[in-house]
């Protein structure tokens, strides 16, 4: 009722059907791991991204203090000088 294939085994159409489904889910599972992976890749490059945007607006943030501080230092001299 079935075909022998090479070991000697009767092949029955189910055994061929279930090795076709079992094809197709590794299929997916290729898929949603790729996937899975593109994600990750993608969550790994916006954080470094943010993580460099952070650090320039730490640094922005740095200079932006230093001259308030220059600013109010010239101003206070100023004030000094005219008495």
Do not use: C, H, P, Y
Request: net charge positive.
């Amino acid at each position: 009722m079935g075909v022998r294939n090479d070991v000697g085994m009767v092949d029955t159409g189910l055994n061929i059907f279930q090795d076709t489904i079992t094809l197709f889910r590794n299929t997916n599972v290729e898929d949603v791991l790729n996937a899975r992976k593109l994600e990750r890749d993608s969550l790994r490059d916006e954080s470094q991204r943010k993580k460099e945007q952070d650090k320039l607006q730490r640094e922005r943030d740095k200079l932006a203090k230093q001259e308030r501080k220059e600013k109010e230092k010239k101003r206070t001299q100023r004030g000094e000088r005219k008495r």
